[in-house]
């Protein structure tokens, strides 16, 4: 059974840094696609980040405009885990985030796509107080 368990919510300043995790067991995503996307209230789940293997030997990874330059995706390939790292946090950026594995490597626009992610945690809520 895959699972996706995320960690790393909680409450910050605006300006301050949350990293969050996401560790998966069950099946590997070293070489398929991860991204993690986010829920606020009365909104649509959209698109944060993601990464996925590019079949030599790296990563391709995409951002939201919304949070280009203040996130980066990251892997830990023996640990079986992707992090995000949030830095200059706003209180637009309160949401609950979610981890989303896919099954297959994924290109280009497909990787903001929901509907393209196999699997899903439960989610941690991130908090930004103004």
């Known amino acids: 059974q895959v699972q996706l368990v995320e960690s790393g919510g909680g409450l910050v300043q605006a300006g301050g840094s949350l990293r969050l995790s996401c560790a998966a067991s069950g099946r590997t995503f070293s070489n398929t696609a991860m991204g993690w996307f986010r829920q606020a209230p009365g909104k649509e789940r959209e698109f944060v980040a993601a990464?996925?293997?590019?079949?030599?030997?790296?990563?391709?990874?995409d951002y939201a405009d919304s949070v280009k330059g203040r996130f980066t995706i990251s892997s830990d390939n023996a640990a079986n885990t992707v992090y995000l790292q949030m830095n200059s946090l706003i209180p637009e950026d309160t949401a609950v985030y979610y981890c989303a594995g896919g099954s297959t490597t994924l290109y280009g626009t497909m990787l903001a796509h929901k509907g393209r992610y196999a699997y899903w945690g439960q989610g941690t809520q991130v908090t930004v107080s103004s």
């Open positions: 990464r996925s293997w590019s079949g030599q030997g790296t990563y391709y990874a």
